[in-house]
T-cell receptor
Framework: DVKVTQSSRYLVKRTGEKVFLECVQDMDHENMFWYRQDPGLGLRLIYF???????EKGDIPEGYSVSREKKERFSLILESASTNQTSMYLC????????????FGSGTRLTVV | QQQVKQSPQSLIVQKGGISIINCAYENTAFDYFPWYQQFPGKGPALLIA?????SEKKEGRFTISFNKSAKQFSLHIMDSQPGDSATYFCAASRGSSNTGKLIFGQGTTLQVKP
């Protein structure tokens, strides 16, 4: 069964900490995405990558960075966590081209205290 | 900013009824419109998608209706079942783009009462 695996289901971090969210896909997909999900706001794109070491900013990149050193792994980094980054973070992957559906991971619920 | 606006935010339907969720978009370059279904504790999963060269697409009890001139599309769930209770997201993208970046709506939480 094809999968997108996010390393943590729940995470609690302190304000100012550097936080790493890891995502691994086993489908040889070119594209990988990080979204955050907040009630009433839907899914908002933070960053995406369409190839190894390639990345582009999404709609809300401030306070975040990403790393894609290998095709199967896409990491989201919160350089200095803040309480307004408390959210559900979803990783997704897809084949190249928009008409292929995304495969999402189950999400990481991050709480910053 | 490119936007997709979704309504209603929440919906309660009786078992056997029709659930209708609406979305509107602004960017006329969008040419791929999927719907995703998310159950609690899970990531969203692709449910059904449509391209603007057709006005309707049906898969089982799920139908997308598309109105290109109004820049609107909607999801109809016929004979709604309690198992359909989930959060639904519409989305849009430029299908010709190889990056496949989807813009999502705000989401609709559907509850189907037995």
């Amino acid at each position: 069964d094809v999968k997108v695996t996010q390393s943590s289901r729940y995470l609690v971090k302190r304000t100012g900490e550097k936080v790493f969210l890891e995502c691994v896909q086993d489908m040889d997909h070119e594209n990988m995405f990080w979204y955050r999900q907040d009630p009433g706001l839907g899914l908002r794109l933070i960053y995406f990558s369409y190839d190894v070491k390639m990345k582009e900013k999404g709609d809300i990149p401030e306070g975040y960075s990403v790393s894609r050193e290998k095709k199967e792994r896409f990491s989201l980094i919160l350089e200095s966590a803040s309480t307004n980054q408390t959210s559900m973070y979803l990783c997704a992957s897809s084949l190249s081209g928009a008409t292929y559906g995304y495969t999402f991971g189950s999400g990481t619920r991050l709480t910053v205290v | 900013q490119q936007q997709v606006k979704q309504s209603p935010q929440s919906l309660i339907v009786q078992k056997g009824g029709i659930s209708i969720i609406n979305c509107a978009y602004e960017n006329t370059a969008f040419d791929y419109f999927p719907w995703y279904q998310q159950f609690p504790g899970k990531g969203p999963a692709l449910l059904i998608a449509i391209r603007p060269d057709v006005s309707e697409k049906k898969e089982g009890r799920f139908t997308i209706s598309f109105n290109k001139s109004a820049k609107q599309f909607s999801l109809h769930i016929m004979d709604s079942q309690p198992g359909d209770s989930a959060t639904y997201f519409c989305a849009a993208s430029r299908g010709s783009s190889n990056t496949g970046k989807l813009i999502f709506g705000q989401g609709t939480t559907l509850q189907v009462k037995p």
